[in-house]
Structures are given as structure tokens and as C-alpha cells.
């Protein structure tokens, strides 16, 4: 048991619920924005991925809500809006964390179109292999 769990709500919403409140901002970010997109999901398991393989060194994200820092240090994470909500995550928790979250999302049998459309824009086999 990782200390976080992804599910459905009746409105067909990613949704998280921590045993570890440490995780939290985790939780927030990938569902509030990464949310049930799969190509972004799969940009951030390959970044993740190239990043601990030393094919990466950093990457920047910002989405709706969160900023997130990813680097071979760890994952950064600061909320947009809440000055208060901020995490840092080592590499290796971020990457099964963010696993754990594309299992949910493979639960829709458009992922492998996705996967597919990611692997001809990206010119590569997507990194991640749990795909």
C-alpha cells in the first residue's frame, strides 16, 4: 500500500484518497491537473522515466492549478493559487505514485490510441513499460 488510492466518482472524475497525508499535494496534482488526460499523463511517466535513466536531467511543468519542478532530486510541487500547498517527492515515490495513477486511467480502452499517438509524436517507445 502506497498511502494513496485513485478512483472514480459517479461523475466519472479522477479522484484520490491518502492514508498518508503527505501525499496530498500529489494527489491534488495529478488529478486536479493532469486529470484523466492520457497523452499528459504519459508525458509525465516518460519524463519521470527519462529522468532516472539520466536521458533527462530536469523538466518544468505548470498546469491549471500546480507548478511542478522535476529533476533527479525529487518532484517539487507548488499550488498556483495556495502559497501553502507545496510537497517535495523523491524521484522514485513520484514515479509509482504516478503509475498507480495510469493504472486508473488504463481502465479506459482509449489508451492504447493514446499510447499509440504518443509514441509517432514522440518519434520513440514511450520509456514507461507498464504501459
Given at each position: 500500500m502506497s498511502g494513496i488510492e485513485f478512483h472514480w466518482s459517479k461523475e466519472r472524475i479522477a479522484e484520490y484518497h491518502?492514508?498518508?497525508r503527505r501525499?496530498?499535494?500529489?494527489?491534488?496534482?495529478?488529478?486536479?491537473?493532469?486529470?484523466s488526460v492520457h497523452e499528459l499523463c504519459l508525458d509525465l511517466l516518460a519524463d519521470l522515466e527519462d529522468i532516472a535513466a539520466g536521458r533527462k536531467q530536469s523538466e518544468s511543468?505548470?498546469?491549471?492549478?500546480?507548478a511542478a519542478e522535476l529533476s533527479a532530486e525529487g518532484v517539487d510541487?507548488?499550488?498556483?493559487?495556495?502559497?501553502?500547498?507545496?510537497?517535495?517527492?523523491?524521484?522514485?515515490?513520484?514515479r509509482r505514485v504516478v503509475a498507480?495513477?495510469?493504472?486508473?486511467?488504463?481502465?479506459?480502452?482509449?489508451?492504447?490510441r493514446a499510447v499509440t499517438e504518443w509514441e509517432r509524436d514522440n518519434g520513440r517507445q514511450h520509456p514507461y513499460q507498464g504501459l
Open positions: 491518502s492514508t498518508d501525499l496530498a499535494c500529489l494527489g491534488m496534482w495529478l488529478t486536479d491537473d493532469i486529470q511543468w505548470e498546469g491549471n492549478a500546480w510541487l507548488q499550488n498556483l493559487w495556495r502559497d501553502v500547498l507545496k510537497a517535495h517527492y523523491p524521484l522514485g515515490e513520484t498507480q495513477y495510469w493504472r486508473l486511467l488504463t481502465e479506459d480502452p482509449d489508451r492504447t
